[in-house]
């Protein structure tokens, strides 16, 4: 059963550093692209980075590229998204999700398959 998991969350100053990790089960973990989205109250849920492992390939949002690092554990079938300088703009629930179609695609919701439950980032003072 293919199954996502979301961990690492939480309160944090401007400023500050967290690391989400999202632990994969039910498929074979390099061949499919993995991304991390985010989704703040009334708004869209949007892609902040992908990776795929085995193409080579990550994307960033503009919004996070230089801040955001996006890596994969494939021992742990695991994809980490460490977060620095973290910004009020930042504050969403984050999920992880996998697609399972053959190529790197758009990191967009729409081309992913399977979600986790989220996580909740909230930086604030």
């Known amino acids: 059963q293919l199954q996502l998991v979301e961990s690492g969350g939480g309160l944090v100053q401007p400023g500050g550093s967290l690391r989400l990790s999202c632990e994969a089960s039910g498929f074979t973990f390099d061949y499919y692209a993995i991304g991390w989205f985010r989704q703040a109250p009334g708004k869209e849920r949007e892609g902040v980075s992908c990776?795929?492992?085995?193409?080579?390939?990550?994307y960033y949002a503009d919004s996070v590229t230089g801040r955001f690092t996006i890596s994969r554990d494939s021992a742990k079938n695991t994809v980490y998204l460490q977060m620095n300088s973290l910004k009020p703009e930042d504050t969403a629930v984050y999920y992880c999700a996998v697609d399972l179609g053959p190529l790197f695609r758009l990191c967009v919701p729409r081309e992913y398959d399977y979600w986790g439950q989220g996580t909740q980032v909230t930086v604030s003072s």
């Open positions: 990776i795929r492992n085995d193409l080579g390939s990550t």
